[in-house]
């Protein structure tokens, strides 16, 4: 199996895990962790797993000029992309935060006109219409009356915060995936994001009562730590070495899909029409986007 084949894969497997995600971590916030403290969880047991495995990874030392990208990328990836989206998943839903999330390729496509001057296609541009008129269409009709979703327009705007710091945290690392191991990276990564974490997450993180947490509670922690923040982000990192960025923020596609199926399937989300064709809008407009003019058979993709 080829390395481009292995990123794809991981790819894949990153976004069926974030698919996956939405609903198990609803279900265990607000009733026994808040947002904020999960967080304090994700950073802390993923600094400890990378730190863990380090030793697989090549001995690197990290340049002097690369440590403001560095902390740039976690402030960006593991700090206010993380405490968006899981604070907009407490006071949304599962199905609503699968179809906002798949923004992240369009968000790519405006921040890279913006910071890289990338020319912006026609095609491309309908798509990005197309699926800013499908999420702003989520926000502004997508309400329900729901215990566990409180405040559904402000949790799917922080949706859209976390696309777009999402978006930033992807184009910021491809540089330094490039020059440093994954391994390397998302151990400096997770530290840093401790940090960075800190001042708003812990408060919450004392207030977990670790002894009366059911098994339920539990497993689903692991889960998030163990799949959604270990194994994604090295996923990611991985097929990022041999992927565009916009080739991984593509695979996306599939998260509403995954998401959607495990949320209706579990009872813990319904579909409704508003969300059926917010959700084509914006799937629409993320395709349009990624796709490309011509085929590059000699570059990546």
């Not at 179809?99 to 369009?106: A, M």
């Not at 329900?144 to 915060?161: C, H, K, S």
């Not at 029409?273 to 570059?299: C, F, N």
Request: aromatic letters at 12%.
């Amino acid at each position: 199996m080829n390395k481009r084949t292995l990123a794809i894969l991981a790819a894949l497997g990153a976004t069926t895990i974030y698919g996956l995600n939405h609903t198990i971590a609803k279900g265990v916030m607000p009733l026994y962790v808040q947002p904020f403290g999960f967080i304090m969880i994700r950073v802390l047991g993923a600094t400890a797993l990378f730190w863990g495995i380090s030793f697989l990874g090549p001995k690197e030392k990290i340049e002097k000029k690369d440590w403001g990208r560095i902390v740039l990328c976690s402030l960006f990836g593991m700090a206010i992309n993380m405490l968006a989206f899981f604070k907009g998943l407490d006071l949304s839903t599962p199905i609503n935060s699968a179809v906002l999330v798949t923004t992240t390729p369009i968000i790519v496509v405006i921040l890279s006109a913006v910071l890289i001057k990338e020319h912006i296609r026609f095609v491309k541009g309908l798509g990005i219409g197309i699926g800013l008129i499908g999420a702003v269409f989520l926000i502004v009709y997508g309400h329900e009356v729901r215990q566990d979703a409180p405040n559904i327009t402000l949790g799917n705007i922080l949706f859209l915060v976390n696309a777009l710091f999402f978006g930033l945290y992807l184009i910021l690392t491809k540089k330094l995936i490039a020059k440093y191991h994954p391994i390397t990276l998302m151990k400096w990564f997770f530290l840093i994001g401790i940090f960075l974490n800190l001042p708003i997450a812990l408060p919450e993180f004392l207030e977990i009562s670790w002894s009366t947490l059911p098994a339920e509670a539990l497993w689903k922690i692991g889960f998030v730590v163990l799949g959604t923040t270990f194994c994604t982000y090295l996923f990611n990192a991985y097929a990022l070495t041999q992927l565009k960025a916009s080739t991984v923020s593509a695979f996306v596609y599939l998260q509403p899909v995954v998401g959607i199926l495990f949320a209706v399937v579990s009872g813990k989300d319904s579909l409704s029409t508003v969300k059926i064709a917010a959700a084509s809008l914006v799937l629409l407009g993320v395709y349009l986007v990624s796709k490309k003019a011509k085929p590059d058979p000699l570059g990546p993709s």
